[in-house]
């Protein structure tokens, strides 16, 4: 692992030297904390002077890498991490899956020490099974984040996830278990409301924390929305005038402007920076160099990206096998090199790959 990490911090030392108003003094301590996290330290990235704590937890900058279901494992969490990001959070976990040992589940919820500070989150809709989850997790989680807002259907079904803004005492019953179940902070992430005719995120903010959570992630759409339409980050600043702990804003943050924007319109404390991710982990330090007032002027070119493909893959192997890793990667092909000239043709081999070997030359055609 030692030397896959030296590899990707020689990738994002390069990409950091192709930006034009980026100063020595600043390279240097991105490279300093670069350094820490091939130690083991759980030491953030302070460049944007702007960090906050989630109970005892430091974060040390506002850029923050969301829980994505499939994508979020380790891989792009130590990349999110060595790009720049304050916190990562791990994919979402189910509560009854660690309530029954499966392996899948507990999987899911190793984290190394390159990936801290992480929030570990499950979901589920009994406060007895979640607390039970929650003790299981806490030996390798920094945060237990809990998921009240995800809008998939089958979660929805079990009356986990977005469900649960339908029920504030439930939700309220749920949060509490938690946090009297373990000694690490408690954060929940949810949504507007249930739909355009239930909005009540400031009073489920104000439930959540009565009942003991640390910090709040909300999603500028409501459950029934999905990821359609436009974001409604004024109901956002509604809620951080409402609470006294941290709230971290989540929807369409893809670009440093935007995070600036939002940050000073919502009074937020941090952003959470998602599906624009996919394929491209740069969006962290290019959204933390705007931040910091330096702007990020040199995409990445197409030798660096095959370089940022493969090491990506060689991750992965480490993380997941060859097998498995291989089958996962086809569809990173497309999201690292989309947009390129030509790359529509060259999609049809994504698919094909079936080992490293295939994938470097699939990589090395393009």
């Known amino acids: 692992m030692n030397n896959l990490a030296l590899k990707l911090k020689d990738l994002v030392l390069s990409y950091l030297s192709a930006q034009q108003e980026l100063d020595k003094g600043a390279l240097g301590k991105w490279e300093k904390y670069l350094d820490g996290r091939l130690a083991g330290s759980r030491g953030g990235l302070d460049l944007a002077g ?30 999110a991490s060595f790009f ?21 589940s507990l999987a899911l919820a190793r984290v190394t020490s390159m990936e801290r500070p992480c929030a570990v989150q499950i979901f589920g809709t009994d406060p007895l099974i979640m607390a039970e989850a929650a003790r299981k997790l806490q030996p390798e989680a920094d945060i237990i984040d809990l998921n009240m807002g995800c809008p998939v259907p089958k979660i929805l079904k079990s009356q986990s996830g977005g469900w649960l803004m339908q029920d504030l005492t439930r939700a309220g019953a749920i949060v509490k278990s938690v946090v009297n179940a373990i000694q690490i ?8 409301g249930w739909d355009q005719n239930q909005l009540n995120v400031v009073e489920f903010a104000q439930v959540c924390q ?23 980050y004024e109901l956002i600043g509604r809620v951080k005038q409402a ?29 959470m920076i998602g599906r624009s991710s996919k394929g491209s982990m740069w969006i962290f330090a290019d959204i933390l160099l705007g931040l910091s007032g ?6 990445p070119d197409l030798d660096w990206l095959k370089t940022f493909a493969f090491c990506y893959l060689e991750f992965m192997v480490k993380f997941k ?10 569809k ?24 490293l070997e295939d994938a470097k030359k699939v990589i090395d055609k393009l």
């Not at 943050?253 to 404390?269: C, K, M, P, S, W």
């Not at 330096?294 to 995409?299: A, F, I, N, T």
């Not at 096998?321 to 086809?330: D, L, Y």
Request: hydrophobic share 40%.
């Open 84 to 104: 720049g990001s304050g916190l990562t959070y791990s994919e979402m976990i189910t509560s009854y899956g660690l309530h029954y040992h499966h392996k899948k």
């Open 185 to 192: 902070p408690v954060t929940v992430k949810f949504r507007l």
């Open 243 to 271: 609470v006294s702990i941290p709230v971290i804003v989540s929807g369409d943050i893809n670009n440093a402007q935007r995070a600036q924007e939002v940050l000073q319109y919502t009074g937020g404390d941090g952003i």
């Open 321 to 330: 096998g060859p097998e498995k890793a291989v089958k996962e990667f086809r």
């Open 210 to 232: 009565e009942n003991g959570a640390k910090a709040l992630a909300i999603h500028g759409r409501t459950v029934k929305q999905g990821f359609r339409g436009a974001v409604n």
């Open 332 to 355: 990173y092909l497309s999201w690292i090199f989309k947009g390129l000239r030509g790359i529509s043709l060259a999609k049809k081999d994504f698919f094909t790959i079936s080992s």
């Open 50 to 79: 702007s960090g906050f704590s989630i109970g005892n937890v430091a974060i040390a900058n506002p850029v923050i890498s969301a829980p994505l279901a499939g994508i979020s494992d380790n891989t792009y969490r130590l990349f």
């Open 294 to 299: 330096c702007v990020s002027r040199e995409q």
